[in-house]
C-alpha cells in the first residue's frame, strides 16, 4: 500500500472555506467591499486626562470611527447645574489625523462631536442626523444624592459620499491618530459639581469597508473631507454694524456650520442679524432674514422643523415637537443638495459644493447684529465641511 509522503517538519494546512459572497468581476468599489465593523480599544481615562490610544489596522479601508462614552458620577446634597454643551463637554478637545498627519478633525467637543455630526449628513439622515436622538443616548439624572450615568454615542466621520473621502486602514504601519483630552468636572456640572465615584469609559470601534474581491479602488482615494474648528475675526460687540471675516480655505466646501459665543464661552442665539449676508470675495451670495435662512435649514435637512403649525378648524397655533431642534447660538449653510432640496447623507454628486482656493475670503455681515445677552464681545466660530481632492474632485455619483 502506498503512502503519502510529508516533508520533514512541515504542517497540512486545513483547506480554507470556499468564499461565497464573492461578486462577478466589474462594477464600482462598493459593490465588492462590504461594510464592517471591529473593536479598537476600550479605555477608562477619567476627567481632566488625555486619551491616546494607538488605533489597529483593519482589513479594509476605514470610513468613520464610532466612540461611545459613558461617565458616572454621585451627585452631591446640592442638585447638580447641567452645562449647556452636556455632555459633549466632557471632551474638551478632539484631534483625529491620518497616518501622514492631517488634521481631519479638530476642535472642542461640542463642535466636532455634536454639531459636525448633526449638520454633516456624515453621521445620519431624518431624525437620527442629531447623535442626541441616538438609541444609545441616556439621561442624566440630577436628584440630589444620586448615583448617576450618561451615556452618549458620537461619530468621528471620514467618508462624505458613497465609500468617498475614506482612508486606507490595512497597513497597521500607517494608521489613523485619535487623541482626545477631557475636561474637568466643572465642564459638565457648572455649580454643585460630583465630587464622589467619578469614573468613565470610552469604547472606539472603526466603520470600514474590506478589501474588496476585485482590483478596485474607492472613489478618488486620498481624497479627505476635513472639519476645522476655528474663530473668526474681528469679535462682535453688540449692535454692532460690521463684517466678521472667516478662516482663509481652500478646498471644495459641503457645508458651512456657524457658531456664535459670548466672552464666557456661552452659545447665544439673541446676537444673530435680523438680515445677515454673506459674502464670497466681496460679492454678496446670500442675503437674507434669518428666519428665512432657519427655513432653509429645516427644508435641506429637518433640523428645526415642526414647532407648530395652523389649524384649518379653529385657526389657532398648534404646538408639536421639534424632532431634531437647532442648538442655540448655532445656524448652518448647507451645500449638499445637488439632488434635491434635501441633503440626502452620503447621496450626493457634490456639483454645488462651493469651491475656495487659499485666496478666497467668506465673510458674515451683520447691519446691525443682534444685542447679544450681555457678555460681550461675542465671537463668531466656524467649522467647515472641507473637502480636499487628491487630484480633480470627482463629481456625479462615483459608486454607480
Not at 46 to 61: E, Q, R
Not at 79 to 97: C, E, G, N, R, S
Not at 250 to 272: C, P, Q
Not at 335 to 352: F, N
Request: contains cysteine; charged residues 10%; aromatic residues 8%.
Amino acid at each position: 500500500m502506498s503512502q503519502a509522503t510529508v516533508a520533514p517538519g512541515g504542517t497540512v494546512a486545513g483547506r480554507p472555506q470556499p468564499q461565497t459572497t464573492a461578486e462577478a468581476a466589474g462594477g464600482p468599489f462598493i459593490r465588492h467591499a462590504p461594510d464592517g465593523r471591529r473593536a479598537q480599544y476600550v479605555s477608562t481615562v477619567g476627567f481632566s486626562g488625555l486619551i491616546s490610544n494607538p488605533t489597529v489596522s483593519m482589513p479594509g479601508y476605514a470610513k468613520g470611527y464610532r466612540l461611545a462614552t459613558t461617565i458616572n458620577a454621585t451627585n452631591t446634597a446640592s442638585v447638580p447645574t447641567i452645562a449647556p454643551d452636556f455632555p459633549d463637554a466632557y471632551y474638551q478637545l478632539v484631534q483625529m489625523k491620518d497616518a501622514f498627519g492631517t488634521q481631519l478633525l479638530t476642535g472642542p467637543g461640542y463642535a466636532i462631536l455634536r454639531l459636525v455630526d448633526l449638520y454633516s449628513g456624515q453621521f445620519g439622515v431624518q431624525d437620527m442626523r442629531d447623535p442626541q436622538n441616538s438609541p444609545q443616548q441616556t439621561v442624566y439624572t440630577t436628584a440630589a444624592s444620586t448615583a448617576a450615568s450618561v451615556t452618549f454615542g458620537r461619530y468621528l466621520p471620514f467618508e462624505f459620499a458613497k465609500a468617498y473621502g475614506v482612508i486606507s486602514g490595512a497597513n497597521a504601519a500607517l494608521l489613523p491618530v485619535l487623541q482626545l483630552n477631557t475636561a474637568p468636572t466643572t465642564a459638565l456640572w457648572p455649580t454643585n459639581t460630583p465630587t464622589t465615584a467619578l469614573s468613565a469609559q470610552q469604547t472606539l470601534d472603526s466603520d470600514f469597508y474590506w478589501l474588496p474581491s476585485a482590483p478596485t479602488d474607492p472613489p478618488g482615494l486620498g481624497t479627505t473631507c476635513q472639519w476645522i474648528y476655528q474663530p473668526s475675526n474681528p469679535t462682535i460687540p453688540a449692535n454692532a454694524s460690521q463684517l466678521v471675516q472667516l478662516p482663509r480655505l481652500g478646498g471644495y466646501l459641503t457645508v458651512l456650520i456657524l457658531e456664535v459665543r459670548d466672552s464666557l464661552g456661552a452659545r447665544d442665539d439673541s446676537l444673530w442679524p435680523l438680515r445677515p449676508k454673506i459674502l464670497v470675495d466681496g460679492v454678496p451670495l446670500i442675503d437674507t432674514l434669518f428666519s428665512t435662512w432657519q427655513e432653509d435649514l429645516a427644508i435641506s435637512t429637518g433640523i428645526g422643523a415642526g414647532n407648530g403649525f395652523v389649524s384649518s378648524f379653529t385657526s389657532a397655533v398648534q404646538q408639536g415637537t421639534i424632532p431634531i431642534p437647532r442648538p442655540g447660538g448655532t445656524i448652518a449653510l448647507n451645500r449638499k443638495t445637488s439632488l434635491a432640496q434635501m441633503d440626502h447623507g452620503l447621496l450626493d454628486t457634490g456639483e454645488i459644493f462651493l469651491s475656495t482656493n487659499p485666496g478666497t475670503q467668506l465673510e458674515i455681515g451683520g447691519f446691525p447684529w443682534g444685542a447679544g445677552n450681555g457678555n460681550n464681545p461675542h465671537t463668531l466660530n466656524a467649522i467647515v465641511g472641507q473637502v480636499v481632492p487628491s487630484g480633480t474632485l470627482v463629481q456625479g455619483l462615483p459608486e454607480i
